[in-house]
């Protein structure tokens, strides 16, 4: 993957169906400083090798997320059931102290009624759907129903029929879910079960499906005995339907969540939005029951078009009524007619079809096509369609289609900012609010204190959205191999990078939130993506552009380095060893980076470039111990990955062969393979209450692991008298104390670095008790420094050893490479850093021993 891709994936977050200013960022004309559509002199390639794209690019590891809101259970670890069993009752409320009361009471209500034991009975809650064949128009709330089997119905043989038990007549109201009638059915047959109940509340609309309480008396008389006689059939039976059950009304919150998601964005951002926009997002909540829950549903799926024959939701009683609602008040569109069938919107629907039906198309038109994937079919499908076919071929996908919609482009593009305003990222969606429902998730506690707005006004908002979409326009092209598009994206990109982003009035928090950081990624994309190419001189004078553009940015060290390794592919020596030399006089060129630009003067500053070679004392006074293991090789071929056969005859690793000699021959260690997790781990468990302080600005929503600060200067300096402190207690031998109180109080909660799953509380304690608490303190300061440098590149061991006392020990930390592999610049900073903070590290190098 090119340097910088995954990065842009994860602020690009899940696609948008549709670009609004696709067309015209590609049309508007850009100045073309970089010269990308010609060769430099000696060292591009031809214009068409700018096409050729390497190996990484095609296996491009997609980041992507899937709805949860048809969650129906999944195996869980656990872990997982830990936090879902023993946090229930905090996960319910937290974090969702809602400022509008009116919120927070729904959710109480929603809570409380799935819990409600009714004096004993077992009861169930549901709904009422099919109420198009009732006769029944008008419902109170509270009024009695009871269920009466239907085993004649055509389309169902499992159906039940909800009565109303105050007629006379019995009138019916309408038929239970399907899925719920289907568990329930072979009760009511087998065992002779009577259901009562009432109903919980009335729509809006008559027609839509009608909450209801139902109640199995039965089940707490002599009934109920003959049923647990009759062996553990009934029960898994009846645990089948309290899961649908309970399923259904988990599904019905993702209503409640996404009004409140809208709510918040308008309460807290209405200045980014017009008048018209707020009005459309406000007249959400009037929409039926139907209607909102249909729309949430298709705009959680990937689309763009569905069709409404393969519509189904069980909460949703009429799609049809619902979706033309929706595209009266324009939040959908749809389209039954040839006449409405642009190119555009044929080739999407074109989608829906399935193989066979393309080629009944393609054979009705007399298309042949030799191959039977669909993608060719329908790229044959789309050639033939011109003027003159387009009301045939039109007719004839929408005959098998039926009725197709698709979220309206006004709608797609306020939800996803919505989305956005709310998150503040691109990966987490309304999906969020189900994993913190079920249990999955739990984020911390925390205050939301008011400061400065991160966009202060639309025109700034307006500026990052089209900034995303420049990003997602260049990671689609990376993806279909568009090299031309690439070159556009990086050539925008490069045009609109300003100084403004660097200004000293913007939080540096903040800056990530800006179109010109947004366009910084693209452009070290870029650069990866010249590299690549072997275009340097276009490289070089992007990256110069970054460097002059932002001045306080803790990416300088990378560009630096790669300006210096550029200048020197082009033959440049002299340049790049002044621009090495510069870099280290840069304030902002820390940890690897500034490693590898010491070692690039030592090997270029030689007479006559230098006539006295220059001395850094963290690179010569400084020897990393080593030492030299050997392994039998399953292969020793050059290239390959290094697989050796371990002590017990498995087959394992460099790190796995490492640790089982340490523990042997090495001196009897015991370890792990850890890598930066487990300290990153005892970092955050250690600091947890200074992370989650009450620092205004850095928490602006709900859903953080961590402050916006963190990555930033600022999170020191801000907190710089509690986090010494702190730091204090720990280098006195409190860190295990510290430590026990922190996990076992927030076991489970999501914290950004902290891997619950990973490690075991009596793991950490021997890692701090060994380490010593100097040590801990010593890292964890360089950690709340300058975490962006530092959160990465730890060594891949961890060993410790106790003592015959079994309180005291010892610890090192162990960086493994095998023969032909070596130390990357931000291992060896670390590993240098590390000796200096007092840790016993070593580089433990593993040869082969072929045959």
């Not at 937290?94 to 799935?114: F, P, R």
């Not at 829906?352 to 039906?357: A, G, K, M, P």
Request: include cysteine; charged fraction near 25%; glycine fraction near 6%.
């Amino acid at each position: 993957m090119l340097t910088g891709h995954e990065s842009l994936l994860r602020l690009i977050g899940k696609r948008r169906r549709s670009l609004p200013n696709r067309q015209n960022l590609l049309s508007v004309a850009t100045p073309n400083s970089l010269n990308l559509d010609v060769n430099d002199s000696g060292n591009d390639p031809s214009p068409d090798d700018s096409s050729t794209f390497s190996d990484d690019l095609r296996k491009k590891r997609r980041l992507t997320q899937t709805t949860l809101l048809q969650w129906s259970g999944s195996k869980q670890s656990e872990d997982t059931l830990f936090i879902h069993t023993q946090q229930q009752q905090s996960i319910t409320v937290c974090n969702l102290d809602y400022d509008d009361g009116s919120c927070s009471e729904e959710v109480s209500k929603t809570v409380a009624a799935l819990d409600e034991a009714n004096g004993g009975d077992e009861a169930i809650h549901t709904f009422i759907v099919g109420r198009k064949f009732s006769d029944v128009q008008v419902l109170e709330t509270g009024a009695k129903i009871s269920l009466l089997r239907h085993p004649q119905n055509i389309k169902d043989p499992n159906a039940i029929k909800v009565l109303y038990a105050e007629s006379e007549l019995s009138e019916m109201l309408g038929y239970l879910p399907k899925d719920v009638s289907q568990c329930l059915s072979p009760l009511i047959d087998e065992y002779d079960l009577k259901f009562e109940g009432t109903i919980t509340s009335v729509p809006k609309i008559s027609s839509e499906a009608v909450p209801i309480k139902v109640v199995c008396h039965k089940m707490t008389s002599d009934g109920w005995k003959e049923s647990e006689s009759a062996g553990e059939d009934f029960k898994l039976l009846w645990e089948k339907v309290l899961q649908v059950v309970e399923h259904q009304m988990q599904t019905t919150r993702y209503q409640l969540n996404f009004n409140v998601l809208v709510q918040e964005v308008l309460r807290s951002c209405s200045h980014l939005f017009t008048d018209d926009e707020k009005a459309f997002l406000e007249s959400f909540p009037s929409l039926s029951e139907d209607s909102q829950r249909l729309f949430i549903r298709l705009y959680t799926r990937k689309g763009p078009w569905f069709r409404l024959s393969n519509i189904s939701y069980s909460e949703v009683s009429d799609s049809l009524q619902a979706l033309k609602d929706l595209t009266v008040r324009g939040f959908m569109t749809s389209v039954e007619d040839a006449n409405d069938l642009s190119y555009q919107m044929m080739k999407e629907i074109t989608e829906l079809l399935n193989v066979t039906e393309l080629r009944d198309i393609l054979s009705m038109n007399k298309v042949h096509s030799r191959s039977s994937r669909k993608r060719d079919l329908i790229n044959s499908l789309c050639s033939y369609y011109n003027d003159g076919t387009r009301m045939n071929i039109g007719t004839m996908i929408l005959e098998r289609t039926g009725l197709c919609a698709k979220i309206s482009s006004t709608a797609e593009t306020l939800i996803w900012r919505v989305e956005r305003l709310f998150f503040l990222n691109g990966e987490q969606d309304l999906s969020s609010f189900v994993l913190l429902d079920l249990g999955i998730i739990k984020y911390p506690t925390y205050k939301c204190i008011d400061s400065e707005q991160i966009f202060s006004d639309r025109t700034k908002l307006l500026a990052y959205e089209e900034a995303i979409e420049v990003a997602q326009l260049m990671d689609e092209s990376l993806d279909s191999e568009d090299s031309g598009t690439v070159l556009n994206c990086i050539r925008i990109a490069e045009t609109r990078i300003t100084s403004s982003s660097s200004e000293p009035a913007l939080l540096a928090a903040f800056n990530c939130f800006t179109a010109p950081w947004v366009y910084s990624k693209m452009v070290l994309l870029g650069v990866s993506f010249l590299e690549n190419q072997k275009r340097y001189n276009q490289a070089v004078h992007l990256l110069r552009r970054l460097l002059s553009s932002f001045s306080c940015d803790g990416r300088r060290g990378y560009w630096t380095v790669r300006l210096s390794t550029d200048l020197e592919h082009m033959g440049r020596p002299n340049e790049s060893l002044s621009v090495a030399e510069q870099g280290l006089l840069d304030p902002w060129v820390r940890a690897g980076s500034r490693i590898a630009l010491q070692r690039r003067i030592l090997r270029l500053a030689k007479p006559p470039r230098r006539w006295k070679t220059p001395t850094f004392p963290n690179l010569n006074d400084n020897k990393i111990p080593e030492v030299t293991i050997q392994g039998r090789s399953l292969n020793c071929e050059v290239g390959m990955k290094n697989r050796f056969y371990g002590e017990d005859g498995e087959q394992c690793g460099v790190e796995k062969l490492a640790l089982q000699y340490y523990n042997g021959k090495g001196g009897g260690w015991q370890g792990m393979h850890t890598e930066s997790s487990i300290w990153l781990t005892i970092f955050g468990l250690l600091m947890w209450d200074i992370l989650f302080s009450d620092v205004p600005g850095v928490f602006q929503t709900r859903f953080q692991t961590a402050p916006l600060d963190l990555d930033t200067e600022s999170f020191y300096l801000t907190r710089k008298e509690a986090i010494e402190s702190q730091l204090e207690k720990v280098a006195n031998g409190m860190a295990e104390e510290i430590l026990i109180i922190s996990y076992e109080t927030h076991r489970g909660t999501a914290c950004r670095g902290v891997a619950w799953e990973r490690f075991s509380l009596e793991e950490l304690r021997a890692a701090v008790a060994c380490v010593g608490g100097k040590c801990v303190a010593s890292l964890c300061r360089y950690l709340a420094q300058d975490y962006r440098s530092w959160c990465s590149g730890m060594p891949d061991l961890l060993l410790w050893r106790f003592k015959e006392n079994g309180y005291e020990g010892e610890a090192k930390l162990v960086e493994v490479k095998s023969e032909k592999d070596r130390l990357s610049e931000q291992q060896r900073a670390w590993l240098l850093l590390l000796m200096d903070s007092g840790f016993h590290v070593e580089i433990c190098k593993v040869r082969p021993a072929c045959a």
